[in-house]
């Protein structure tokens, strides 16, 4: 590919209502030190006041654009990521157009799970090839806690809500910008019935006056996902690694899913990349699927742990199952 893909800017969001482990021990059978020892996850933010899809991609999207010093009219596409849009018909993106004040631009949803968002750049590398004059806006945003059931604690404990968003288009890369070098995306849906959400699709259809079953909520092989997880996650980071000729000694900076302490870790193990390397957000967001990565780069990035100059490693992996890897040059 020629034309090359900058984030020109970044911007994330979440829900102000947290829900603490010490909150969660009132709702379900569970303790803070079992959530922490198994999950690392302290608390999450929830979307308890209404908050949807298309409100935390607005405002993180409003950041990223401010970040870019762009309009939203000069915007040309919007890709959202999500699993949890604010309604299967309207698109969270074409909403999303109309808040931001534009139409007559290309706009669509993605859904990949947790991979989500790098399934969303890499169309937005794809678009960007195309058309290099573009102006691609992906926000990455779930609700999950609108398809978390509450009384069901394997599940409950690990989700929570936000949002991240990017802007980008081609060009040079300016001082605060980050050039995307490669998106590695990949999925084997054989493995699909390990982490589902079926309840209202059309595999699984609802009718007038059906009380809401278990399966409309996240159901999950906690077991095989944690297995599939790693050993997806590791393998498509160490092949982007390979086929750019980098070593984990380059990597400055691994932002990987964050799904849980204990899979960040092994993946970290895997790819023998040092503790001190691995950026971490998930002990106050939990896992917040397709937002996850760019919540956590965007917190990165304003906190100075990524800086001028660094190479990023981000990793996913999610329901279908999907995952990916994408390394950016700061
Ligand atoms: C969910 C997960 C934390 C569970 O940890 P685990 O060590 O596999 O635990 P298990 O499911 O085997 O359960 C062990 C015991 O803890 C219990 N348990 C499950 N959830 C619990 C909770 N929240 N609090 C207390 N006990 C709990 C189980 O009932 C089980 O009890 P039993 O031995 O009496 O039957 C772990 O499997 C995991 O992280 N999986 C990946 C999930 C994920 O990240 N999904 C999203 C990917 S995108």
Redesign the pocket.
């Known amino acids: 590919m020629n034309t090359s893909c900058i984030i020109r800017g970044l911007g994330h969001c979440a829900p102000d209502s947290v829900i603490t482990n010490a909150d969660l021990e009132r709702m379900?059978?569970?303790?803070d030190e079992?959530?922490v020892s198994?999950?690392g996850i302290r608390e999450r933010r929830v979307a308890l006041n209404g908050e949807t899809c298309v409100d935390l991609c607005f405002s993180a999207a409003k950041a990223a654009l401010e970040k870019a010093g762009m309009q939203a009219e000069e915007l040309t596409h919007i890709i959202v990521a999500t699993f949890t849009p604010d309604a299967f018909i309207p698109s969270s993106a074409c909403t999303l157009s109309h808040r931001l004040g534009i139409s007559g631009r290309m706009a669509m949803d993605v859904s990949a799970?947790?991979s989500g968002f790098l399934y969303a750049l890499e169309t937005a590398r794809s678009i960007l090839a195309l058309h290099p004059e573009a102006k691609v806006l992906v926000a990455a945003c779930d609700i999950v806690s609108s398809r978390v059931d509450y009384t069901d604690?394997?599940t409950c404990?690990?989700f929570g809500d936000g949002a991240g968003a990017v802007v980008l288009s081609s060009g040079t890369p300016g001082a605060s910008d980050a050039q995307v070098l490669d998106v590695l995306v990949s999925s084997d849906g054989a493995m699909g019935d390990l982490?589902t959400v079926k309840g209202g699709g059309s595999g699984t259809p609802y009718k007038l006056g059906d009380a809401i079953r278990r399966d409309f909520f996240v159901e999950?092989n906690?077991?095989e996902?944690?297995k599939h997880?790693v050993r997806s996650m590791s393998s498509v980071c160490g092949e982007i690694l390979e086929k750019h000729g980098y070593t984990k000694d380059d990597v400055d900076v691994f932002i990987p899913?964050q799904?849980?302490l204990?899979?960040v870790e092994a993946v970290g193990k895997r790819l023998d990349i040092p503790e001190s390397k691995v950026f971490t957000n998930l002990q106050k967001y939990g896992?917040t699927s397709a937002a996850s990565v760019p919540l956590a780069l965007s917190e990165a990035v304003a906190a100075g742990v990524v800086k001028p100059g660094h190479l990023v490693l981000l990793g996913t992996?999610?329901?279908g199952f999907t995952w990916g890897s994408s390394l950016l040059r700061f």
Do not use: K, Q
């Open positions: 379900v059978e569970t303790n079992w959530i198994r999950t799970a947790c604690r394997g404990i690990l982490l999950m906690g077991r996902v944690y997880a899913h799904a849980n204990r899979i896992n992996f999610g329901g």
